[in-house]
């Protein structure tokens, strides 16, 4: 009785408050989670976790950040897609919700390509306080939550923080991304990392200015690997 439960009160809840997908708004069935199953797959992958330490996205930490030594993203970005609307609704219109189903989408596809293989911990790139007050969440925290649920791998949200905020890098250029973001991120926790494997996660890499200023914070631990994980990758 117990293992139905959960069914019942999902279908229930269905019923009462019927879910939308993020994507095309037309309403879920009982078994999708935050997108329905048709504009999931069609949804435009990278498949960047088959060659991850040989990629276009890889390729934007060599010389940048040396402790990155793979990357990969599960769908490309585009302005006005449907991949950012995603992302809209998860930064922007209070889904944290939409953050934790993806996830766990993402950690089903990487995970069957080994993409985990040797990770110890899952670090989200911290948001700044003022920001995550306003929002009320960290994008990265939820998606790493999904990741988690389907991995079983520890989420460490204290390796990291941000000092402060200066300016959104959407509007900025790939030298003006780097500026904006140097040394905005500083160690949080005396936790010894040395010869750990850390999978830094975020919602979208670009320049991967953000990403890399994190990788150069961690940069102190002899022996260390990074990892990075996203949701969207922007081609360039």
Excluded at 5 to 34: H, K, N, T, Y
Excluded at 71 to 86: D, G, I, K, N, T
């Amino acid at each position: 009785m117990s293992r139905m439960m959960p069914s019942l009160w999902s279908r229930f809840l269905d019923l009462v408050a019927p879910r939308s997908c993020a994507v095309c708004g037309c309403r879920l069935g009982i078994s999708e989670q935050g997108v329905c199953s048709s504009c999931y797959l069609h949804l435009p992958r990278t498949t960047y976790q088959f060659s991850p330490y040989d990629n276009p996205m890889t390729q934007l930490f060599w010389g940048l950040a040396p402790a990155v030594s793979r990357a990969a993203a599960l769908f490309f970005y585009e302005p006005h897609s449907e991949v950012a609307r995603l992302v809209y609704d998860l930064k922007y219109r209070d889904r944290p919700d939409i953050g934790v189903d993806i996830g766990r989408m993402m950690a089903e596809e990487m995970r069957m390509a080994g993409f985990f293989d040797g990770v110890d911990m899952i670090v989200p790139v911290p948001l700044a306080p003022k920001r995550q007050r306003q929002r009320g969440y960290n994008q990265s925290e939820r998606l790493a939550q999904g990741l988690h649920e389907v991995t079983g791998l520890p989420v460490n949200t204290k390796v990291l923080c941000r000092k402060g905020f200066r300016q959104s890098q959407t509007a900025l250029q790939r030298h003006q991304r780097q500026e904006n973001v140097a040394d905005l991120f500083a160690l949080r926790s005396t936790i010894d990392l040395a010869g750990k494997h850390l999978l830094l996660v975020d919602d979208v890499c670009t320049t991967g200015a953000t990403l890399a200023s994190c990788a150069d914070a961690l940069n102190v631990f002899p022996g260390l690997r990074i990892s990075i994980l996203t949701l969207g990758f922007t081609k360039s």
